[in-house]
Nanobody, 123 residues
Framework: QVQLQESGPGLVKPSQTLSLTCTVS??????????WSWVRQPPGKDLEWMGV???????YYSPALKSRTSISRDTSTSQFSLQLPSVTPGAAAVYYCAASSIASLPPAEYAYWGQGPQLPVPS
């Protein structure tokens, strides 16, 4: 059973870097044909796919966020991380890590989800 556990700060001030980590258990982040995605949902808005790191380490980003988003992984700790520098109040959202299909970009399917902590950005 694959499980994803998110960790990171509960609050980030404007201009600081948002850093989140997702730890995968019950499976391998190098397992074939899976992607490991970051998704966010601002208050009252729809889910927004941010990017994915695939099983082979390749990264792909939403065109709207490409210049401001970085996804990396550490296979020794079975973790993948999100960094979003210089955040603004507009970055306030619930952030999720998720195991996704790599059949399309953005992913059409998500098999497993992290718990999605709240990360408000004070104005």
């Amino acid at each position: 059973q694959v499980q994803l556990q998110e960790s990171g700060p509960g609050l980030v001030k404007p201009s600081q870097t948002l850093s989140l980590t997702c730890t995968v258990s019950g499976g391998s982040i190098t397992a074939g044909y899976r992607g490991w995605s970051w998704v966010r949902q601002p208050p009252g808005k729809d889910l927004e796919w941010m990017g994915v790191i695939a099983y082979d380490g390749s990264t792909y980003y939403s065109p709207a966020l490409k210049s401001r988003t970085s996804i990396s992984r550490d296979t020794s700790t079975s973790q993948f991380s999100l960094q979003l520098p210089s955040v603004t109040p507009g970055a306030a959202a619930v952030y999720y890590c998720a195991a996704s299909s790599i059949a399309s970009l953005p992913p059409a399917e998500y098999a497993y989800w992290g718990q999605g902590p709240q990360l408000p950005v004070p104005s």
